[in-house]
């Protein structure tokens, strides 16, 4: 893991994000199906997950503010696409998925997906993932740096009855904003019209002669899909998407940006085997009172007992005085200057136009309005916790935007 300092052009403006080397093992850094692509249109290509992947077009800001007003186009081909399914009609793949994951498996219906976690046996997060049900099996994408550990984990812990099928023919793009929609309409038919989907269900359509399965689902906290199709498809697809006068490609620098406005934790910096879920203010993927009362989850006895009594440490959200952002390992100090927590994430926030950041403190500062001091490189910041999400969401669900 290195830190890359990025010049954004469209304010002069610099960035400081985290780039990751190769995996162990790896040769090179890889290619990924767009990667000519993007150098065609200008994406400054930096090694991330051990792909070469863009940090930015136009800018960061710039993409940022387009993302919130228009539709952008994301290359997330480094994330894994996996098939679970079993190797006869009585295998549990349901059960034998629940066995490493709080989420509720059984239940989802066709087409519905669900937000879990990788769990190790003290409760950890190994990684943060989607599980969707797709007609065969049960497809779930987990994060491209973590996706070779993932892979083995579940051999190692899944039945071998369990067939585990990595898509790695398959491109995955995302396409966000709150023109995502209209733009994806003019483009796709299928069994049912694409307004039928709503925030976490997917199906199969067509996307101009394509065989394209699309979620409505993102990582931007705005309205969008992610479009699975086969790689050898994607540029036709990304050109298509991109032809559309609503639609630019965007790179890694906005992601960054719109996740953090959004609260969305980034593995490897604000999720770890460190972290436990509710420590990470993510027990809302502890699945059903099913799952709960069942308690056979990794780390479960933990896990559960953090729920009622608190952890000794929370994720939460701050808005940092001045324009000066906090960045990543900064500290989280008392009143006596003893460390007490750390900054997981850091930035400046566009659509809010001020520096705001992730940080994991003490369960008795983790009120929103609770006043926190900061130090990083020998300077002292002050910052206000915040109610999470920093820019609302605006997915679209049954009955009505979020």
């Not at 136009?58 to 290359?75: C, K, N, P, S, Y």
């Not at 994060?143 to 892979?151: L, P, R, S």
Request: aromatic share 6%; with cysteine.
């Amino acid at each position: 893991m290195s830190d890359l300092q990025v010049t954004d052009p469209s304010t002069g403006a610099q960035a400081t994000l985290a780039v990751e080397d190769a995996p162990d093992g790896e040769l090179a850094i890889q290619t990924l199906p767009l990667d000519a692509w993007h150098r065609a249109r200008g994406g400054r290509m930096v090694p991330f997950a051990g792909y070469h992947m863009p940090v930015q077009y136009e800018g960061i800001t710039a993409e940022h503010l387009w993302v919130r007003a228009q539709a952008g186009l994301f290359d997330v081909s480094h994330m894994g696409q996996l098939m679970l399914s079993g190797d006869g009609a009585d295998t549990d793949v349901d059960g034998a998925i629940e066995a490493l994951i709080p989420a509720d498996v059984r239940s989802l219906a066709l087409g519905q997906q669900r937000y879990s976690l990788l769990l190790d046996e003290s409760g950890g997060i190994l990684d943060d993932l989607m599980v969707s049900r797709w007609p065969g099996g049960l497809y779930v994408v987990v994060n491209g740096a973590t996706k070779w550990d993932d892979i083995a984990h579940l051999r190692e812990h899944l039945p071998d009855a369990v067939t585990i099928n990595h898509l790695d023919d398959r491109a995955l793009l995302a396409l966000q904003g709150p023109k995502a929609f209209e733009v994806l309409k003019r483009h796709v038919t299928g069994e049912w019209p694409l307004d039928a989907l709503v925030f976490m269900r997917g199906g199969r359509f067509d996307l101009a002669g394509v065989d394209a399965y699309i979620s409505r689902s993102g990582y931007t906290g705005e309205d969008g899909f992610e479009i699975s199709i086969p790689a050898t498809a994607a540029e036709a697809v990304a050109g298509l998407l991109c032809a559309e006068p609503e639609v630019k490609p965007i790179g890694l620098g906005a992601r960054d940006s719109l996740r953090l406005e959004a609260d969305l934790p980034l593995y490897g910096h604000d999720l770890s085997p460190e972290t436990t879920p509710v420590m990470a203010a993510l027990g809302f993927a502890l699945g059903s009172k099913r799952r709960r009362e069942e308690a056979n989850f990794p780390g479960a006895a933990r896990i559960l007992a953090e729920r009622e009594q608190g952890p000794v440490a929370r994720r939460v959200g701050l808005i940092v005085d001045g324009r000066q952002p906090v960045r990543e390992g900064a500290a989280v100090v008392d009143a006596e200057g003893s460390e007490v927590g750390r900054v997981t994430s850091g930035g400046h926030a566009p659509t809010l136009g001020r520096a705001i950041a992730m940080a994991y403190v003490p369960l008795a500062m983790a009120e929103p309005g609770t006043r926190i001091t900061l130090t990083q490189r020998g300077k002292v910041h002050q910052a206000t916790v915040a109610a999470m999400p920093f820019v609302p969401h605006r997915y679209v669900r049954a009955g009505g935007t979020a």
